[in-house]
């Protein structure tokens, strides 16, 4: 079986491994256009999976900026792919480029479909509270997230655990249940299922100013925000008109008692955190990270920061 894989950050990469692993003839790579990085944006850094190929030994790598152009339809043409699977590419191919191939395109995607169809599923699981997700592949069409699901398997979201746990636990699992989909691929059993589009959840992408905390919100919403954006883009707030970051929380039972307690205000410095009033509660901040500065527990600097005093 020719198969032309398609992926580009880390989560992809436990997937083209296993391929290579398990002697399946990937005969491609597709990925995303180095991009510059560092302080001055002067080098260019490749993506995950290109290193990924590079080790593994895989000599085409392409790298197209556009997905919806002749050149790039023909170039997969020449591959004479028997299946395409991507995972996590980033980009939505044409109808043109899914008929390549004879067998069709597979889908590795973080979500229990048709819940969190889009670019951050695993984020959006944690910031919105879900106690499990989970690996589904699919067959693709030229929707979003949107076509026949194969085979699924559900992880539990613990309630501490970060989007960048998370990140780790699933990426493995999709290897194993991309591995377990060509099986049954192979063998004549996969089944296919049309998603029911009335439960159909589509979630955008994260950016840096999701991070933002609204005191004024439920302290298990902040929590899962803080749980949600770590290790990016980090939720944050404001001290004294400094950006702080804000990178673990926990749970209050309890909310200790202080004049003007509004929603944002520091109710106590601890010796190990910050226990600041929300909007239905408090939470504790356990680790925090000013601009310019490392990342530090709450006890190395909560001695500078005066109960009363209000963040936002």
Known sequence: MRIVFMGTPDFAVPCLEALVKNKYDVVGIVTQPDKPFGRK?????????????????????????????????????????????TAAYGRILTKNVLDVPKLGCINVHASLLPKYRGAAPIQWAIMNGDEKTGITTMFMDEGMDTGDILLTREIPILPDMTSGELFDGLKTLGAEVLLDTLKALENGSLARTPQDNSKAVSVPMITKEIGLVDWNRKAVEIHNLVRGTNPWPGAFTYYNCSRMKIWKTALLESCPSVKAGKPGTIMKVEKDSLIVATGDGCLHIIELQFDSCRRMNACECGHNMDEGEVLG
């Open 41 to 85: 944006q002067s080098e260019l850094k490749a993506p995950p999976i290109k290193e990924a190929a590079i080790r593994c030994g895989i000599g085409t790598i392409l790298q197209p900026t556009k997905v919806r152009t002749p050149e790039f339809l023909e170039a997969i043409r020449a591959l004479e792919p028997d299946l395409i699977v």
